[in-house]
């Protein structure tokens, strides 16, 4: 099975998992590496930093003297802003590179901008990357540099996929033996990627729906499935939307990435509609407490309708929110690690 590649990417391991140990981790890459305690301890840190949010001066000292840069080379809103304001929340000097307007439109490599940022003494570096496994190579390659994905090609966003654990587990209480039905282009979805293990790890039921040309190709083999005991085996693949939504506690529409709809994965965008719209029709055979949610950005009317995206069951805006927590809580997490692996003298306040 292929639905994550760590493997492909060398991924480096910050955890640490020593004799069954969690020490503190230098990195973010995936969730696939995380054990459930320390995950669990990501989300008890994150209704932490959501208190320090709720106060009238949203300012502590807990990083300050560091420094942070968010380096996207693709377009973002919610990860790049949440990342900056986590920052500059928790006193981090904060800056803020893309692709364009810096030396990576000369021609300057991956590997190249890393080690300039890593002479220039950063601390933490938050990728997204259109190549899966840029993160990885990163975190191979500056010893003194933390690393945390902020989306990696169709490989993983981790911190989507913790902010979305945060979400469901405020709202219902726990998330082990929930249903969660992740919808829509999962193919081409690291949102999918991710959720699919930090869901799992927690003992969530995860059915991925779509259509097929829209699903991991190994996962509909007859032979596809996983050995019984692995963290994914309980992942289940259905072509039905009506029998998946059944029963759901969470129905997760993913963006329909509208460049598929010429590359022959779809009949047609109409076809799409009809078939895969998360709608509030289809969301009432869920759970009466049921909460539906994307990750954003939304093509309401396509994955998911307006009414639906702006019902009462959406919690789509508190994702959104919850996100500069989950982000505060990481980013605190990886500091612990900063000042050793870089050698510096730490000195508290
Ligand atoms: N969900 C998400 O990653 O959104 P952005 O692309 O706006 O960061």
Request: net charge neutral; proline share 5%.
């Amino acid at each position: 099975m292929s639905l994550s590649h760590p493997a492909a990417f060398g991924a480096y391991s910050g955890t640490g998992h020593a004799n069954g140990e969690t020490k503190p981790r230098q990195h973010v890459l995936d969730l696939d590496d995380f054990l459930p305690s320390e995950i669990a301890s990501v989300l008890e840190n994150t209704r932490a930093m959501k208190e320090v949010l709720k106060r009238d001066i949203k300012k502590v000292p807990t990083l300050r003297g560091r420094v942070v840069v968010t380096l996207f080379y693709e377009a973002s809103t919610r990860t790049r802003i949440s990342f900056e304001e986590a920052g500059k929340v928790l006193s981090a000097d904060v800056i803020n590179m893309g692709g364009s307007g810096s030396s990576v439109e000369k021609g300057e490599s991956l590997l190249n901008t890393g080690l300039t940022l890593q002479a220039m003494g950063v601390d933490i570096l938050v990728v997204r990357h259109p190549h899966a496994g840029a993160p990885n190579f990163l975190a191979r390659h500056l010893p003194k540099v933390s690393i945390i994905n902020a989306g990696d090609g169709l490989h993983a966003h981790p911190t989507q996929a913790l902010l979305d654990l945060f979400t469901v587990q405020e709202k219902l209480g726990s998330l082990a033996g929930l249903k969660i039905v992740i919808v829509g282009d999962v193919l081409h979805s690291r949102v999918a990627r991710s959720a699919m293990w930090g869901f799992a790890k927690m003992g969530a039921k995860v059915t991925l729906c779509g259509p097929g040309t829209l699903l991991p190709l190994d996962l509909l083999r007859p032979n596809g499935h996983l050995p019984e005991g692995h963290c994914l085996a309980s992942v289940k693949v259905d072509t039905s939307l009506d029998r998946a939504i059944e029963g759901a506690d969470v129905v997760m529409a993913l963006r329909l990435q509208s460049e598929r709809q010429d590359s022959g994965f779809l009949p047609s965008m109409r076809e799409y509609i009809r078939r895969w719209q998360v709608t509030e029709s289809r969301v009432a055979s869920a759970k009466p407490n049921a909460l539906v949610m994307h990750p954003g950005p939304m093509n309401e009317g396509i994955e998911i309708s307006s009414g639906l995206a702006h019902g009462d069951s959406s919690v789509i805006e508190e994702q959104v929110a919850n996100g500069v927590a989950v982000r505060m809580a990481l980013l605190y997490q990886v500091s612990t690690v900063v000042s050793q692996a870089s050698g510096r003298l730490s000195i508290e306040q």
